[in-house]
């Protein structure tokens, strides 16, 4: 999958990440809501969630917080990608097994993952705190908790630098780091030994879309679906701007004391189904970018 021309895995990264995030949003969103809500469980499960989200309509809604990270995905995407091209370059010295070494591919899906961490975190941060604030009247819930709203990311950004500092970005950036190192290795794994086999077995397109399309939708989905307990943690804590939870640690065995083990796979159905289609989008899109530049270069 990568290329050979680093720069043309950035520039793809960039385009592969930017199309699943838009495609992606709103499942992210009814995921966040979940994930935060605050002791009593207030939605009844994920559709409940869905129509209360949909009162407010598309953008308010389900694309609330997508500014941030769609101006700044494509730095997140292209380093990801760009890395983990750049990584497996490297490690296979020898092109012609690029393919059957798996131990690679994982390792370089790790580094990409980790190197990616720098520009995620503060992204992923300022989204679940917008997208956590969606509001949602319950009767029997006390609603004199002082919570703080966010008219949207520079708001959030600005209260985030005013109270914490530069630092102050980086919260949830331990359980984003479990979440997302061994997560794209999984990841990249998954999707290049699906991808392989489907090629194999004659089960895609001369040009590749299908493979990309299902090996991009299964690898994303297997690999939420093994990662959900951090994120369910990281969204918890991320949300929290009245100082309950100390630490990652702390966030969650209060949440375990809260819901034991259960609590852990919050938002797991539409996780799952959001996976799919963004990492069939962004692979699939990846692949034909890389495909376009690369044929650009020999023609010229």
Known sequence: MPSDTVIHDYIAGAVGGAAGLIVGHPFDTTKVQL??????HEYKGTFDAIKNINKFGIIKGFYRGLSWPLVSFGIVNSTFFGVYG????YLEKDKSKRKSNYLHIYMAGCVGGAAQLVFVVPVDYIKTALQSQIPHDT????????????????????SIYRNKGLFGFYKGGLAMAYREIPSYGIYCLTYEVLSEKMHE?????????????????????????????????????????????????????????EGGVRIFYTGFLVTCLRAFPVNAVTFTIYTQTLKKLENSSLDN
């Open 139 to 158: 009767p029997g819930v006390n609603k004199d908790v002082a919570k703080q709203y966010f008219k949207g990311p520079w708001d959030c950004a600005k």
């Open 35 to 40: 994930q935060s809500q605050h002791h009593g």
């Open 86 to 89: 750049h990584t497996l370059t």
């Open 201 to 257: 077995y004659g089960l895609t397109d001369s040009g590749g879309i299908v493979a990309s399309l299902v090996s991009g939708g299964i690898a994303g989905s297997l690999t939420w679906a093994s990662i959900i307990p951090f994120d369910v943690i990281k969204s918890r804590y991320q949300a929290d701007f009245s100082g309950e939870y100390r630490g990652f640690m702390h966030c969650a065995r209060m949440l375990y004391k």
